[in-house]
């Protein structure tokens, strides 16, 4: 990877190891992100899941109790 950075911008050593450490950094800030997201819309759709079963649950005790 070191060689293809070099090679397509013409950079020093110290550049090209800068270019790396950013690139890493950066993918795994963006995995972190996407991680949290997923936990978050998983979290999003147990909830809604859960509150779907409840409104269930009541609408079949009103109608029950209507008969």
């Known amino acids: 990877m070191e060689m293809q950075i070099q090679d397509t911008d013409g950079d020093t ?3 090209t190891r800068i270019k790396t450490v950013q690139h890493s950094t950066l993918s795994k800030l963006f995995m972190e992100a996407i991680q949290e997201y997923n936990s978050t ?3 999003h759709r147990e909830r809604c899941a859960n509150l779907l079963k409840q409104q269930l649950r009541i609408s079949k005790i009103i ?4 008969y």
Not at 63 to 66: D, E, I, L, N
């Open 13 to 15: 050593t110290a550049l």
């Open 41 to 43: 819309l998983v979290r």
């Open 63 to 66: 109608k029950h109790s209507r």
